[in-house]
């Protein structure tokens, strides 16, 4: 059972590795229509803004929501 289990684990490590050595690079020389290179980076505190100060905001706003209608149907 273990066998069957390291052999399938070695095959599928095999394959993986095989097709990533043999899949076609990306295209990153090619420019694209409407790329603009030149742009400015995001700063690390729009950054965490953005990904970590946005979603923490909107969870807790919705927690919020749902406390509120919780609260106001066990009172009546």
Known sequence: MVKNYAARAGVVGAVTTLMLLTS?????????????????????AETLG???????????????????GDKSRKES
């Open 50 to 68: 953005l990904y970590v100060g946005a979603p923490l905001l909107l969870f807790l706003l919705i927690c919020g929501l749902v406390m509120v």
């Open 24 to 44: 076609s690079p990306a295209f990153a020389l090619t420019r694209d229509d409407g790329d603009d290179p030149g742009t400015k980076g995001l700063s690390v």
